[in-house]
């Protein structure tokens, strides 16, 4: 069945009559402005519409809840009219300060998504690969009974829970939780495999893994580069802030293999071959240094390492950077002129850089440029990463990632027992809960290498069994690489588990008669909590509507397995739960007493909800309010929001601004690497403080023993003293080191210098490295990839084996993937809604007008693409400048397909997209970051061949 049949056939179910374009729009409740738009369009697809008699409207309360779109990392505020407990239409907010009343398309339908005909509706298991509808009791005592058993038979470690980056902070952080006690770290999420990179890379360049300035602060900039992103479609709203820059006078820099929708707007459009941004970055840079055009007071005062960097960027004279980047001297050097002449500059990266085998080597090269420029702690300026869901940067901070605790606190002993005080239970009883003290302390394995884990040989794996159940929680399966490999895995699984409010491709693909359950979570429309935008403001949610059909939250389906598995009062300890639902409030304030080390302490889910009630009175561009009852606060509190709430901190705008006090948002570069490196200082320069600190120079981060020799322990009450007594600033419960610490106009973690040598990293500084898939052979000798490893993140993962492969004699073309403005992530929320189904009927290839000819392609017929893998995905061809002879590109949110097969059969009745199309992940080849085990996505090899 082809995707503009089965579009409309699923239409056809969602309303008892004729959908027309004029339908949708007055049926989703859009206002004026949408329905205006309507009038514009064709006679031919519009019809008449009838008003409902206002009469017949039962009476009732007409309110409006506050809500946050639930796509991208940009926050965009949504309100929600609410009738008799029906979402009757919605509204954009025009007074937030993020969205200004904008939308994007996906945004503007978002009330579909609450409302969408498609989502699974009651508890559902595989039998004899039908599914059938089951009670959530027998749900919950089934699986729960079958995991209970393999946890006997095998241990906690042969189960992994994969969760999801649209869970609010509470959810992610309570997972999290759970997943501790259930006693695993083969616990994952989102980020690893979208962003992963970027929080170790900006983390071990800067102090903390997350963007650094916000959207509105590119209001002050003069200059910005865009590379590896495409905001104009992917973070649509953030353009507003860039195009309002661009009218102000700032230059605008694109860099992509793919000529954009965002390169459309640039003043200097540079075209490079994937797989080679170091090359390009120290191209770069090489001029900068060559010029003179570097901020030597910056470098000399801020930073460590840097004479290692000029090393290796002198290797990259234009030569040799044009031959291996395809991109000419001149375009090299205008960048690098455009980017140094017009200060503060910034620099935005999305997945175009961070989904290489080389990602996070790839995030401190712009790291590192923004430092040789100066531009960090600056307004204008910083390392400014758009992340790709509403919630991945807070289930980043908080939640399930397999190596760190929540607030990134890592795994050690000390880690642990810090957070069983916290939690009040036992160290020995949690420590018990895990096969043992090793595997407690050891990293588990990620959601880009869960197959692997089930398909390697037992002895190869550094667990003591394979994984024999996963846990699908609010994850789409075709977002992950080599699904062919997936399959066969899920194939082996003894219970495959997906939780979610749609079916995913998880139901249609697994190839199983049984062992697999379907379990309808909600919304996160039918839930409170708080999400992390991008730019780290924190913001509320509240509640619009009731759970529908038979769906539960997701902290009540947390509670209900808990139960089951019998650690139910150790998970809620410290939360009331209401009818089995953890309450959404007692979560958040239990981060705000855990999270100190990265300021989640004070923002209470009091100050989030004045700041979603007073969004008017926070300035657009700076973010502060200017009166009002969060007067001096900055809006979402962005983190880190020091100390207790009662401090009243008014959270951080800018990362490692010195221009501000501590008090006031201002911040250094964290000491998180000790006071030397071989006999050099890593702290500041003695003039290079925040404003107001008690101490002009550098220093270590603040422990007990600190405030003491400082004469400042007095400070603290009894009763704070109690608790601070051998700790440090991140680990003293009582927030009291803090309190005194900001009160002295100091950073609690310390005063230090950034890394551009990390020496704990494969590359200390990073190096090109050809990409494993790479089309340039005569380049892999002179810059080849690492050595393979064994047990990298519980795994053996493979570098040099892979890459002395030719694969490019068989398959000459390079591929890459990117995302669409209609569809979001695994696309099966987006693809099911009729407003933005009809958008985007089709998976599709972009190919040059030269590649096209060879093999007789034709825009909107049918082509092959084939993959080293033997993957063979069927595709509309769109013929296409766009893209340079020699590459093609893919959206990566369809699924539905399987290699030409319409999967629509199996996929429970009624909950298939509207829209399915082959997963690009399905072809997709091998590779993985040698830091964070990232997913490489974005350059491949393939071939075409028409259909």
């Known amino acids: 069945m082809g995707a503009a049949s089965a579009l409309q056939q699923g239409l056809a179910r969602a309303a008892s009559a004729t959908v027309k374009r004029r339908s949708f729009l007055l049926r989703a409740g859009l206002t004026a402005g949408a329905a205006g738009m309507a009038r514009h369009l064709p006679f031919n697809v519009m019809e008449p519409a009838q008003a409902a008699d206002p009469k017949a409207a039962a009476p009732g309360v007409t309110e409006v809840k506050h809500t946050i779109c639930s796509h991208c990392s940009v926050g965009c505020s949504v309100e929600a009219v609410v009738s008799n407990g029906v979402w009757i239409r919605q509204e954009p907010a025009f007074d937030s300060p993020l969205n200004m009343g904008a939308h994007c398309a996906k945004g503007a339908s978002v009330r579909e998504h609450g409302h969408g005909e498609h989502r699974l509706r009651y508890p559902m298991k595989l039998v004899a690969g039908k599914y059938q509808r089951i009670s959530w009791e027998q749900a919950i005592n089934e699986i729960g ?74 209001h002050f900039s003069k200059a910005v580069l865009f590379i590896g992103s495409n905001p104009a479609e992917a973070h649509p709203i953030s353009m507003l802030h860039f195009l309002h820059a661009k009218e102000l006078g700032a230059k605008m820099i694109v860099i992509d293999p793919r000529f954009t929708r965002t390169a459309r707007f640039a003043h200097h459009y540079v075209r490079v071959r994937p797989g080679t941004d170091i090359a390009l970055v120290w191209g770069i840079l090489w001029h900068v240094f060559e010029n003179g055009w570097e901020d030597k007071a910056f470098i000399e005062r801020r930073t460590y390492g840097m004479d290692d960097v000029r090393k290796e960027v002198a290797k990259w004279t234009p030569d040799k950077v044009s031959d291996v980047t395809g991109v000419p001297e001149a375009s090299v050097r205008q960048t690098a002129e455009m980017l140094a002449t017009n ?99 050891k990293p588990g394995m990620v959601v880009s290498r869960w197959f692997d884990g089930v398909l390697e040989k037992n002895q190869y794996i550094d667990q003591p069994v394979n994984l024999r159940a996963v846990l699908y929680w609010g994850h789409a399966p ?27 491709m998880t139901a249609a693909m697994h190839g199983r008669q049984d062992g697999v359950y379907l379990l309808p979570a909600t919304t996160q429309f039918e839930s409170s909590g708080s999400v992390t935008a991008s730019n780290r403001s924190i913001q509320w949610r509240e509640r619009v509507i009731k759970p529908l059909f038979e769906c539960k939250t997701d902290q009540e389906i947390m509670y209900l397995f808990a139960k089951k598995f019998g650690f139910a009062s150790e998970l809620c300890k410290n939360i009331a739960v209401v009818h089995n639902e953890p309450v959404i409030e007692d979560i958040l304030r239990e981060i705000n007493r855990t999270c100190w080390s990265i300021g989640y302490s004070g923002c209470s889910p009091e100050r989030l909800k004045l ?61 998180n690497w000790g006071v030397e490196h071989n006999g050099v200082s890593l702290l500041a320069a003695d003039d290079s403080f925040p404003k107001e600190s008690e101490l002009d120079a550098g220093y270590p981060e603040f422990d007990h023993v600190f405030l003491k020799k400082l004469g400042w322990w007095s400070e603290l009450s009894v009763a704070e003293q109690a608790q601070a007594e051998g700790k440090n600033w991140k680990t003293d419960l009582s927030g009291g080191i803090i309190r005194v610490v900001v009160g002295h106009g100091c950073a609690p973690y310390g ?24 089309s340039r052979r005569d380049l892999v000798a002179r810059y080849p ?34 995302r669409l ?41 049918y082509i092959h693409v084939e993959t080293p893998t033997g993957a063979r995905l069927k595709v509309m061809a769109m013929v296409t400048a766009r893209v340079p002879v ?30 399915r199309g082959e997963a690009v992940n399905t072809g997709w080849t091998y590779g993985y970051d040698a830091v964070t085990m990232m997913q490489e996505t974005k350059v491949s090899l393939c071939r075409l061949v028409r259909a």
């Not at 440029?369 to 992340?387: S, V």
């Not at 959270?651 to 964290?670: C, E, H, N, Q």
């Not at 099966?828 to 972009?846: G, H, I, K, Y």
Request: glycine letters at 10%; a negative charge; aromatic letters at 10%.
């Open 751 to 774: 005063n230090a210098r950034a890394r551009c040598n990390v020496w704990n990293f494969p590359d200390p500084v990073p190096v090109h490295r050809e990409p494993l898939m790479s």
């Open 145 to 218: 009974d079958k995991l209970l058993l393999l946890r006997k038979e095998s241990g906690p470690d042969s189960m992994i829970m994969i969760g999801g980056s649209k869970h609010s902070n509470e959810q992610s952080y309570l997972m999290r939780k759970f997943a501790s006690m259930w006693g695993t770290n083969n616990c994952d999420h989102q980020a690893r495999i979208c962003h992963s990179t970027t929080v170790a890379g900006v983390a071990q360049t800067f102090g903390y893994g997350a963007m650094t300035n916000s959207f509105n602060d590119l």
């Open 343 to 441: 200060k503060p500059s910034s620099v935005v990266w999305c997945m175009g850089i961070t989904q290489h085998h080389v990602g996070t080597a790839n995030v401190r090269a712009l790291a590192i440029l923004q430092l040789a420029l100066g531009n960090i702690g600056m307004a204008g300026g910083g390392a400014n990463i758009y992340r790709g869901h509403d919630n991945v940067q807070g289930a980043t901070d908080v939640g399930p990632n397999p190596d760190s605790l929540p607030g990134y606190y890592g795994l050690a002993e000390g880690a642990w027992k810090y957070f069983a005080t916290a939690w009040g239970v036992d160290y020995e009883w949690l420590k018990g809960r895990f096969s043992s003290k090793e595997l407690m302390e």
């Open 478 to 504: 075709n977002s992950q690489t080599r699904l062919p490999d997936m399959k066969a895995a899920m194939k082996l699984l003894d219970l495959l588990v997906v939780i979610d409010p749609y079916p995913t």
């Open 821 to 861: 403005v209609e569809y979001e992530g695994g696309g099966d929320e987006t693809r099911s809604n009729p407003w933005l189904a009809e958008l985007q009927q089709n998976m599709f290839c972009e190919i040059n007008p030269q590649d096209a000819q060879q093999v007789g392609a034709v825009t909107g017929h």
């Open 611 to 671: 700041h979603m009630n007073n969004k008017h009175t926070f300035n657009p561009t700076t973010l502060l309010a200017e009166s009002g009852p969060c007067k001096g606060d900055y809006y979402g509190l962005p983190w880190p929001c020091w100390g207790t709430p009662e401090m009243k901190h008014p959270g951080t705008p800018i990362l490692y601004d010195l221009s501000k006090s501590v008090a006031r948002g201002g911040l250094p570069f964290r000491a």
């Open 886 to 915: 020699g590459l093609v590109w893919m959206p990566y949110h369809f699924g539905g397909w399987w290699m030409g097969d319409d999967q629509l059969d199996n996929y429970p009745e009624g909950a298939a997209p509207l829209v």
């Open 785 to 818: 990839t690492y050595d393979d490893k064994a047990n990298f993140w519980r795994l053996p993962t493979l570098y040099k084996s892979v890459q002395a492969i030719d694969f490019a004699k068989d398959y000459p073309l390079i591929m890459t993937s990117g």
